[in-house]
């Protein structure tokens, strides 16, 4: 008893896993159809803006900061700094704090795929910082595109000018020997799940700006044919339209 510690709660004595497969789930949903998007704005007060998203095996909470004076030298145009961070248990296998390279990556390419949206040349001499967090990340192509989405609604609710709302929409190509009769090489998975992405040939994230009818960026990983890509291009463009649309709602309600 002498060594309790009344600071802290009291972890079960003994914990089991989930009964998962290691095939994960099986696909309840069109292929084309995406997974329930929430998101909300003004959760972090502190804050110049904030949103949070959640979607089926995804949560992410980012917050937006300035325009604030940046120091020396001169830029006619503003600068965007986005940082990326994980939860310890943001994944299956719990993360070492400090000691994660990953979200240095991710935050390149989401300052790729955010910047074409931001008008930072009306922002001379300032910086805008994003900072997102991910509390559960179940695939990268769903953090990145869930990821983009939290950041404009976040730099919207901010006040930031903005060209259009940029969105995030990711898309898996099945590989030849994945499970199921209902999966080919040649039909795409609409913002594919954890054990989706992990069983597909090539995935895909697309950052797009559905009002302007424009895309800002495209990441891919794996390996696929120019037809493959371009049916997936325009799979997540339908995806990136629904993403819009809840982002859209959102920030009305918040307004």
Do not use: W
């Amino acid at each position: 008893m002498a060594t309790f510690d009344r600071r802290r709660i009291p972890a079960p004595e003994t914990s089991r896993p989930r009964a998962v497969s290691l095939a994960g789930p099986s696909r309840t949903r069109a292929h084309d159809e995406p997974r329930p998007l929430f998101i909300k704005t003004g959760l972090v007060t502190q804050a110049n803006g904030s949103a949070y998203v959640e979607a089926d095996g995804v949560k992410i909470a980012c917050s937006a900061f300035g325009p604030r004076q940046r120091p020396p030298p001169f830029t006619s145009s503003g600068t965007l700094n986005v940082e990326v961070k994980f939860a310890p248990f943001a994944s299956c296998v719990r993360r070492a704090p400090l000691r994660d390279t990953e979200p240095i990556s991710h935050a390149a390419v989401l300052t790729t795929l955010l910047q074409p949206a931001v008008h930072l040349h009306l922002l001379p001499k300032l910086a805008v910082d994003v900072h997102v967090y991910v509390l559960e990340g179940d695939s990268d192509a769903g953090v990145l595109a869930a990821g983009l989405s939290a950041a404009c609604a976040a730099l919207a609710d901010a006040g930031i000018p903005l060209a259009a709302l940029a969105v995030g929409s990711s898309v898996a190509l099945p590989s030849p020997s994945s499970p199921g009769p209902s999966l080919s090489p040649s039909s795409a998975l609409l913002d594919p799940s954890g054990p989706e992405c992990s069983a597909a040939s090539a995935v895909l994230t697309l950052g797009a700006m559905p009002a302007l009818g424009r895309a800002t960026g495209l990441h891919m990983t794996g390996e696929a044919d120019v037809d493959a890509v371009c049916g997936m291009v325009e799979v997540a463009l339908g995806g990136a339209g629904a993403a819009h649309t809840a982002v859209a709602q959102a920030l009305l309600e918040a307004a």
